[in-house]
């Protein structure tokens, strides 16, 4: 029976890299404004949608994906403008009710300029299995493990070694002494929204070929990403992903090992235990409150 | 004195032709959005279309046809206070809707206590069981979906499957209605299994039933993106044996979302999808062939098998207003129970008063997937 368990494992990390990819967006915003951006499922639904329809106008992929992301980054800083900005000095829960707004009318702006049908994504290398010890795994998947791996790479690089990322940073400790050593608050918001949704929009597109994508695809991928987010430690590029794949192995194996009906409750009922073991998530760091 | 006379009955002839001129109401309540959009919207389509014909045709009974349909967004609360209103208010002669099992039931009761006839565009069995007096549906059920799948199976020599289905309303009562009538047909279900409505992955139940023996095919009851994300997932696991899919999915968007995956895969579904390759001596293939030209040249969009049942709707509707020869409520409602042989794009229908939905195993087709089209099954 190792071949089934290999499978199982492998379904896991499919759907765990798929989470992680998802929750690393929320990590951004977060960092920044210590906001839970509720859109961040919308960016996704956007960059698959987009990809999608200018697919089918005739783009070809690579630069449909292009288009996508960049159209995901112009929305998301959109939204600073014009619904974050005007709330300035607004409490954090005001901010976080203020994307479960925003949530909604992208989801019905969606619904209206796309059209409320199911579209797929050809996978980017072929539909052939990759077998691997009896058990196989579609070369999609290794797309989304790998773009993952590199974004968080890419993450650790740019709020730890470049000026913007560390700005970031420095808003999200203490944004009255940011904006005194001449950090414009402003402009990091504006970037920090943008590449969220910019990431978003590039998960949506990797996944779409193994999850298909609809204009209400953003609801249930936002949450599993918000608690893969919250089980690894909000704000950490590590522990999205560990919070990820850890979400997906549990939902496999429960699925796998105990029923099919109850994965979603198990894999919630860990989560559950582990918070209230580590408040702080796996890689989370010692909660901070802000004054 | 005397031209007073003739000019009040001037008068009155008038406004009788005037009661005779105002229009017949159809009510409507469709989820136009919301989950069950794509129920809905063509539902919507089909109905607009279709009053705009009949009227530009002269209408029904020498009258013009009125629309009101609200969006009832997929919510059952919603569906009942639009039902309350349509009766109400809006004084509707007749109400064709219910694009969900849920919104259907849950106005029911109102359109029973109203006395006004109500035929239901939704899918399961107790909406016609038990029979109730002022409802009508067109849609096959989940059940005869089994029934047709099972014969298929017990002539390809299974008496092995496999169950696997979706947590949405349609799929846990398609999967209740198969595992009912599995015994009829000598057929054991060895595996049953389930996915979230969201889920992004099914290989972790497919394994499971790959390794259970026995098993000589599998059914998937679901629709939406599921049962696409199942056919990949088995292609890609490799499993051999037959796989059937419900009605549920019976449109061209899932052999596009599945890709080569749905090669070989059979669903049970109306003629509708298949109908240009019907044979000329099918009775069929006219009203099909009609109603699938009309909705894809006007809306250029595929046609798919639930704007269908709300053409059926409204074609009963008017079938058995011209055979009451008016719109009084229960004349129409008998009417409609007597209609006998109607050819619609779910099949025949041969309404009873023990048969509210009038419609056999013979109106569905086995389809199966060549080249990525529908085909009919050998």
């Not at chain 1, 960092?31 to 839970?36: E, G, K, M, P, R």
């Not at chain 2, 390794?211 to 990949?232: H, R």
Request: charged share 15%.
């Amino acid at each position: 029976m190792s071949a089934q368990l290999a499978q199982f494992l492998l379904s896991g990390l499919t759907v765990g890299a798929i989470y992680a990819l998802v929750a690393l967006g929320f990590c951004i915003i977060y960092n920044a404004s210590h906001v839970i951006n509720f859109a961040q499922g919308e960016f996704v639904m956007i960059g698959g949608m987009a990809a999608a329809s200018f697919l089918g106008a005739g783009l070809p992929l690579p630069l449909a994906a292009l288009a996508a992301v960049a159209l995901a980054a112009l929305i998301g800083m959109a939204l600073v403008k014009f619904a974050v900005e005007p709330a300035r000095g607004a409490s954090v829960v005001t901010l976080i009710i203020i994307t479960i707004g925003a949530a909604i009318l992208l989801r019905g702006l969606a619904s209206i300029v796309w059209d409320k049908r199911i579209h797929a994504l050809p996978a980017f290398s072929g539909e052939q299995p990759i077998e691997i010890a009896g058990a196989t795994l579609a070369p999609q998947s290794l797309w989304v493990i790998g773009v993952t791996a590199l974004i968080v790479a890419a993450l650790w690089w740019f709020f730890n070694r470049t000026l913007t990322g560390k700005a970031i940073l420095a808003v999200s400790h203490n944004r009255l002494a940011a904006q005194l050593m001449g950090i414009s608050v402003r402009r990091v918001l504006l970037v920090s929204f943008g590449l969220s949704a910019a990431l978003g929009a590039l998960a949506g597109i990797l996944i779409a070929p193994i999850t298909f994508t609809s204009w209400d695809v953003g609801v249930m991928l936002g949450l599993k990403g918000f608690a893969a987010a919250i089980l690894g430690g909000m704000g950490s590029g590590p522990g999205a992903v560990l919070g990820g794949l850890t979400l997906g192995l549990l939902e496999s194996l429960g699925a796998g090992y105990i029923s099919s009906a109850y994965k979603d409750a198990i894999a919630f009922i860990i989560i559950l235990v582990v918070l209230v073991l580590m408040p702080g998530g796996l890689l989370g760091g010692r909660a901070t409150e802000r004054v | 004195m005397k031209l007073h006379a003739w000019f009040a009955a001037a008068l009155l002839a008038v406004s009788a032709a005037a009661q005779a001129q105002a229009p017949i109401r159809i009510g409507a309540f469709l989820s136009v959005t919301g989950p069950a959009a794509f129920l809905g919207d063509p539902e919507q389509k089909t109905l607009e279309l279709y009053v705009e014909r009949l009227n530009a045709d002269g209408g029904v009974l020498g009258r013009k046809l009125e629309l009101v349909s609200y969006d009832s967004g997929g919510d059952a609360e919603k569906a009942r206070t639009f039902a309350k209103r349509l009766i109400e208010q809006d004084r509707v002669d007749l109400i064709v809707g219910g694009s969900t099992t849920g919104e259907t039931m849950a106005v029911v009761p109102l359109v029973e206590a109203a006395g006004l006839p109500f035929i239901s565009l939704a899918g399961a069995v107790v909406i016609v069981e038990p029979v109730k007096k002022w409802v009508f549906k067109t849609p096959h059920t989940d059940r005869m979906a089994c029934d047709k799948i099972f014969v298929d199976m017990k002539a390809r020599g299974v008496s092995k499957a496999a169950l696997i289905s979706g947590s949405g309303g349609f799929d846990k009562s398609m999967r209740a209605q198969c595992q009912g009538v599995a015994k009829n047909h000598g057929i054991d279900v060895v595996a049953d299994e389930t996915y979230g409505a969201s889920d992004t992955d099914m290989t972790t139940q497919l394994t499971k039933i790959r390794n259970t023996p026995g098993v000589q095919a599998v059914l998937n009851a679901g629709f939406g993106q599921g049962p696409a994300i199942v056919t990949k997932n088995y292609r890609q696991l490799g499993i051999t044996v037959p796989l059937y899919q419900s009605h549920g999915v019976a449109s061209k968007q899932y052999i596009n979302l599945a890709g080569d995956a749905a090669e070989g895969v059979r669903l049970p579904a109306a003629a509708l999808l298949v109908a240009e390759s019907l044979p000329d001596s099918d009775p069929q293939k006219k009203v099909v062939v009609s109603y699938k030209q009309a909705y894809e040249t006007h809306f250029k969009q595929d046609v798919s098998t639930f704007g269908g049942h709300a053409y059926d709707g409204l074609m009963l509707a008017v079938a058995a207003m011209k055979k009451a020869g008016s719109t009084d409520k229960a004349k129409v409602r008998d009417a409609l129970e007597q209609i006998r042989g109607y050819m619609g794009t779910a099949g025949v229908v041969n309404m009873s008063a023990q048969d509210h939905m009038g419609l056999d195993l013979t109106a569905f087709r086995m389809l199966e997937v060549r080249k990525g089209d529908w085909v009919l099954a050998r």
